[in-house]
Each structure stands twice: as C-alpha cells, then as structure tokens.
C-alpha cells in the first residue's frame, strides 16, 4: 500500500528532511514515485484526492494473514494491512454489520474520534487488537491518522519524496528509491496524527518519542524510540467504560 501527502497535508519530519539533507542520495518526486508502484504492481488501486494526496494499494505478493484492503465512507479513505483478532466484538462495539471488515471498523473509530471529543486519538488504536498498519485521510478535514500495531508485525515505512511529499508504504525498498536517506521505519505501537502534530505513543501517550539519526551507512535516516517506563494506556469503549491493555 502507498499514501503519498503533500507539505500542505503533513509538516515532513524535520529529522527525516536533516537526514537527506546531511547524505544526500537520488530521490524523485511522488508523481514518479505512484507511477511506479502503479507499474510495479498487479491490478493495483490508485486514487488522486486534489494535488496533495494519492492513495494506492494493491493484492499482490500480500500475505493470507496481512492482507492489503482499502475503503471509504463518508469521504474518509483508509488503507489497511493485517488483520484484527477482536474484529467480531468491535462490530457490535460500533454497531456495524457482520460484514463489515476491518476498513470499515477503523473508519467508524476514527469518526467516533473526530465526531465524539474530547476522545483522545490513542484511543482510535488502543483498543485494536492484532496484526495491522493503516493510513486514515479524512478529506472533510485534511486531516491524515497513521498507526501501526504494537508488535510491529505488519511493516510500515515513512519518508520524504524530493519535492517535499511524506509517503507511508509498506514497502520499504519502493520508497527507499525515491526518499533516499530521509526514509525510516514508521515505530510500532505508534500513530501520527496532523490534528495532534506529532508522533506519539497509544499505548504510553505520555512518553516522549526521540528521534535518533542513523550512522551514514545505515538504509535509514532516523530511528524513533519511546521514550520513559512502560504504562498501559487506559482506553474507553463505546460506553466509556474504561479498558486496560
């Protein structure tokens, strides 16, 4: 899968724009860069959203137990990669059908979210459980929710294209070509959110994350790490009922 956003969607890392710009390698533009995993890919999935956002995915090469989807409602467009363990009780959590599958359920969390504040965002994730990565864009609001689970099992890669875009995949060799040194592993048990302005951990909310630059002959540009003592983060259900993870 592929969200590829402009600077005027998400402020880029500047840990991830010092790293290209301390070890310079060929980048390209995110128009190259969706072309190419357009053609790199079997009947993949691309939408364009304005100038500022492309979203693509495709089945290929996906694994039985991460595999790939992408949905949208309300215009609310989501990526999503693995699977939930605890999908059958989100569904009736939130009210939706038996059918409903995991795109679906993330989007409807995000929209209790926006829609239900003050909710804080880790609680968008907090109470997922299992194998997943997924990009959220909310186009109401330019708002973009980016998280990938607590094992980190499901791969999610983040950098900086060379016109300044910031693109999530899960494939890290496709957008090491065109991010060059201003590419890292997005941490797991983390999410992004433009509406909060930075990185943070849902399962410790109130640790700090550091931003540590790589050695030069490293791929990456920067590694992050949760910062302070392991605290589980108390979430809420529907009810407001509080949960512990």
Known sequence: MLGVFSSEIVTPPEVLVAAGNRSPSPRTTALALMNRYIKSNLSPVSIQIGDQVSLAYSRQNASLLQPRSFGVKDDIFCLFQGMLDNLGSLRQEYGLAKSS????????????????????????????????????????????????????????????????????????????????????????????????????????????????????????????????????AATVNQEGTPLLW
């Open 101 to 232: 599958d995991e795109v679906m359920l993330v989007i409807e969390a995000y929209k209790a979210l926006r829609d239900r504040a003050p909710y804080p965002p880790s609680h968008v994730v907090g109470h997922l459980s299992g194998n997943f990565a997924f990009v959220v864009f909310d186009k109401s609001t330019s708002t973009l929710f980016v998280a990938s689970d607590q094992s980190g099992r499901v791969p999610l890669y983040w950098g900086i294209t060379a016109d300044g875009f910031v693109a999530f995949s899960d494939d890290a060799e496709m957008l090491k070509g065109a991010c060059g040194k201003s590419l890292a592993s997005f941490p797991q048990g983390c999410f992004f959110s433009t509406a909060v302005g930075e990185l943070r951990s849902y399962e410790n909310p109130k640790n700090k994350i550091t931003a540590i630059p790589a050695a030069d002959e490293e791929i990456w540009g920067a590694t992050f790490k949760v910062e302070g003592p392991v605290v589980l």
